[in-house]
Structures are given as structure tokens and as C-alpha cells.
């Protein structure tokens, strides 16, 4: 998918669908514009008046707690209104198409839509389809794309380890059903990250995927060895369709991260999840509240960068 | 010919009369990025502020940012003291349509209720487009049209009168 729909005729943010087709400098002017709005977290009235006036809309097709609770936390600390739809309770589940769920939001003057969808590239659909003046930020699409969460943690990895140019990172798990990883390891290949080992087991792999520039292990012992980052990814059940795996315990043994095998990454490597964490079955407890945790972080990090992305995108809304 | 040393000379003497007048008690100095802090840092020496120098970048806060967007180059401000009850000598480089002060203020209480406010900037030139006023300057000028100040820093502090060329 080629996201030059991304972008203005100036090369400025205008949707944010996919960490694919962004270079490198607009990625790093939105973690270096985040930087200030986590700043604001001083001050008493913790808003800015940037985006008054402004409607988002927060187009929730599937479950999300944390992710949709940033976007509008984001949304509201710029001053925006906002509106949260879930699934469950519009009229979609009475029949109405996607585009008319669009073209009934969009007459009721929103400015933005942030979307999740379990199908992969509906964001892309709607920025295609609806009106010009609109933003359209992808809040995870199928098993697509998750571009905010894979910022998030990009801005959460350059807060602690300062430079992407000397990092090794190992993404570990559900590399299969994850849509958080393919954004991950696009963001850190374009920042500049030289090695990004991803480790899983066989069938939780897509085929090719050393084609998006990482080197593969199926042993967690090895694949730790010197790591700086450590990134585990749930174990998407749901998603799960045939039988992938033997058993949750049996995958704990192999790949689930202990104490004990932290210890083979480097002494001041991180921990990170994009969470909800499945306690014992990826992630010990131990590590997942430990030291070397920064998954909290990654919570709190999650408004700066989304006010960020949403602040940019809203910029010169009218030149196309 | 603008003297940068005559401009902080002058400054300087109307913000310590200022500060006798106004009564201000161990005030909170806080720089506009980016010129304003230059200004900022001589004139907290020579009035020997205690509290350090805070920081204002008011990119966030700017009435403009549908026409421009946001600034890459946003740092996050910095304010080192609470704001309650303090009274504070809020600095700028130049001061023209009063737009930054508006949207300076507006940060600034944000952060908590100021006890009181004054507003030094080394340069007042015209050009006013709302009701807000130096209380405290280096110098007041007009200029022609096509011209306009370029302040460089933070040292050597150096000032300028620029005519931009207008394209036939």
C-alpha cells in the first residue's frame, strides 16, 4: 500500500495510516514535537488551545481500552471535542455500510476520524473516501498497521536509549497476527535502528518476513543475547483461527520472558508490551512489574505522541 | 543605529524602577523563546533574579496555528518555580502586534494565577493589532514599511534593521 495519500502537496502529515511511506524526518518531528507536550503534564490546566473548535471522532469497530482512552484523552488535552462510537452501540450493527456511517459523521462537520477496524486498510478506505478537509489517523487496522502504538514506542525507546543508531532490538511472540509489530519494525528500520531481531515460534511467523528487514530466530536464548530492547507482543487468541500452537504453558517455557532469561539481554535492556499483557503466558510477572519494565511508560507516552500526531495531521487542513 | 548595549542599559533601568513601583517581591523571570530568552538571561544577571530563568516557548498556544501549523522546532517550556501568587517579569526581544504576549499569557495561566505580571521587551516598534502594551522597553521605533528587526544570539547579542526586498 503506497501512503503518498499520507501526505500534502507540501509533504506535511494529512492522514496518519501507516508508518510505511513516512520518511525519516517526519518521524522524528513527531517524537520531537511530542517531547513538548509531555511537558504540559507541569502545568495546572493540562490543555492547550491548538485544536478548539475541532471535531474528532473516535470510530471504535473493535475493542480497545487503552488505545482509545489515549486518543481521547489527547483529543481533549488539545482542546478538541471529541466523540467516542463503539461498535456495539451504532447503527452499523442495524446494517448501515461503512460509508454511510462516514458520509452521516462527515455532515455533522467533523474535522477528523480516528479509526479501528478489524480489516485491514479500512483507515485507508475512509481517508480515501470522505471529504477533503478531513483527517484520518489509523488507531490499527486487521493485522495491518498500528502506527500510533509502534510512535509511542519509538518515542519511549529514544527517551531512554537518547539514539536509534547503535540499538539492537528483539520483538518477541505473535509476530503472525500483529499489526503493532509490522508497524515496529517499519519505524525502527526508517529511524535507523541496525538490527531488529524478531523471535517466534515457526507458525507464528508470516512467510517472508525477513522481506521487511529483520533477522529471525525460533530460540529466545539466542535471540536475546545483547539485546537493548526487549518488545513482547500478546498472544492474540482471538485472532487464532487453527491450532498454532500446543499449548499456553508450553509456549511460556519456550518463549515467554522470565527473569532468568532478561538476564541474557544486556543488564540495562528494557522491557516493553503494547499491551493488554497476558500474565504467564508471554511475560512473567516479575519482568512485566520489574525494574527493566517501561510498559507504564509506554502508557503515559501514548497521549503525548497521539496529541502530537492529531496536532500535525490538523494542520493546514486545507491544502491538499 | 540600535545599540544593543544602550537597549539592555535602558531596559534594565526601567524594570528596577518598575519593580519599586509595582512593589514586586523576589520575582520569577520567564524568557519567549527564542530572542526573548537571549534578552532574558542578560537582564536575570543584572538584576541578580534568584529563582532560575524560565522558559516559554508558546507554539502550543499560538492564535495563528490553522494558517502555519505547528512549529518543528517546539521546545518544551520550562518553568522552574510555581506560578501561584508569584509576581513575574515576563521578557521579550520585540514587541509589535502583541499577539505573542497574548498567547504568552495565556500559558503562563495555565501554570497557575501570577500575583501580578509586568511585560520588558528591548524593542517596542508599531504595529499594535490588540490592546496589550510594554510596560518596560529599551527603545520605541517605528519603521518603514518592508522593514523589520533581526535579533541574533544568544552572543554575541546582536540587533539589526532589515529591508525585505518585495518582489516586483
Known amino acids: 500500500m503506497k501512503d503518498n495519500l499520507q501526505l500534502n502537496s507540501e509533504g506535511k502529515l494529512k492522514h496518519f495510516l501507516s508508518i510505511e511511506g513516512l520518511p525519516k524526518e517526519l518521524l522524528t518531528e513527531i517524537l520531537d514535537v ?18 478548539r473548535g475541532k471535531t474528532i471522532v473516535n470510530l471504535f469497530f473493535e475493542n480497545s481500552t487503552r488505545t482509545r482512552t489515549t ?6 488535552r488539545l482542546s478538541a471535542d471529541v466523540l467516542s462510537m463503539s461498535i456495539a452501540t451504532s447503527s452499523t450493527s442495524k446494517g448501515e455500510s461503512l460509508l454511510d456511517t462516514i458520509r452521516n459523521l462527515e455532515a455533522m462537520f467533523v474535522d477528523m476520524f480516528v479509526v479501528r477496524h478489524a480489516i485491514s486498510g479500512a483507515a485507508h478506505f475512509i481517508a480515501q473516501q470522505t471529504a477533503p478537509h478531513i483527517s484520518v489517523i489509523n488507531a490499527g487496522d486487521g ?39 509490522r508497524s515496529q519494525i517499519q519505524a525502527l528500520n526508517t529511524l535507523g535502528v541496525p538490527e531488529v531481531r524478531v523471535i517466534a515460534p515457526k507458525t507464528l511467523l508470516p512467510a517472508h518476513v525477513e522481506s521487511l528487514g529483520v533477522s529471525v530466530s525460533h530460540d529466545l536464548n539466542a ?3 545483547d539485546v537493548d530492547v526487549v518488545i513482547m507482543l500478546r498472544l492474540q487468541k482471538e485472532r487464532m483461527t487453527s491450532a498454532l500452537l500446543p499449548s499456553e504453558s508450553e509456549y511460556f517455557k519456550c518463549f515467554g520472558l522470565t527473569e532468568e532469561k532478561l538476564k541474557i539481554a544486556k543488564p540495562d535492556a528494557i522491557v516493553m508490551h503494547p499491551g493488554p499483557i497476558n500474565r504467564g503466558v508471554e511475560i512473567e510477572s516479575k519482568v512485566a512489574d520489574g525494574p527493566q519494565s517501561v510498559i507504564l511508560k509506554q502508557v503515559s507516552n501514548g497521549i503525548a505522541i497521539r496529541m502530537a500526531i492529531m496536532a500535525m495531521a490538523m494542520q493546514k487542513q486545507g491544502v491538499m | 543605529m540600535l545599540v544593543i548595549a544602550d537597549l539592555l542599559n535602558q531596559l534594565e533601568a526601567e524594570l528596577k524602577k518598575t519593580i519599586i513601583e ?29 529563582d532560575p530563568l524560565g522558559l516559554l516557548d508558546i507554539t502550543f498556544y499560538r492564535d495563528d496555528f490553522s494558517q502555519i501549523g505547528v512549529n518543528p522546532n517546539v521546545r518544551p517550556s520550562q518553568l522552574p518555580a510555581q506560578v501561584d501568587g508569584r509576581d513575574i517579569i515576563l521578557i521579550d526581544d520585540v514587541f509589535y502586534t502583541g499577539r505573542t504576549v497574548r498567547a504568552a499569557l495565556n500559558e503562563i495561566f495555565d501554570y497557575g494565577r501570577p500575583n501580578q505580571v509586568i511585560l520588558g521587551v528591548l524593542i517596542e516598534r508599531d504595529g499594535r493589532e490588540i490592546p496589550l502594551s510594554p510596560d518596560c522597553v529599551g527603545a520605541s521605533i517605528t519603521l518603514n514599511k518592508g522593514q523589520r528587526i533581526k535579533l541574533t544570539g544568544p552572543t554575541p547579542l546582536a540587533i ?9
Open chain 2, 160 to 168: 539589526e534593521i532589515q529591508t525585505l526586498t518585495v518582489a516586483a
Open chain 1, 34 to 51: 511530542a517531547e513538548s507536550f509531555v511537558g504540559m503534564t507541569d502545568q495546572q490546566i493540562k490543555k492547550v488551545p491548538l485544536l
Open chain 1, 223 to 225: 535471540g536475546l543475547k
Open chain 2, 22 to 50: 509595582r512593589h514586586l517581591v523576589n520575582p520569577l523571570m520567564i524568557g519567549v523563546r527564542t530572542g526573548g530568552v537571549w534578552v532574558a538571561e542578560q537582564i536575570h544577571q543584572r538584576l541578580q533574579i534568584t
Open chain 1, 143 to 181: 493485522q495491518h498497521a498500528h502506527p500510533t502504538q509502534a510512535m509511542l514506542d519509538m518515542f519511549t525507546i529514544r527517551q531512554i536509549k537518547k539514539e536509534f543508531s547503535n540499538l539492537r532490538v528483539a520483538i518477541i511472540g505473535d509476530i503472525l497476527h500483529s499489526r503493532v509489530a
Open chain 1, 71 to 76: 486518543f481521547e484523552l489527547a483529543a481533549k
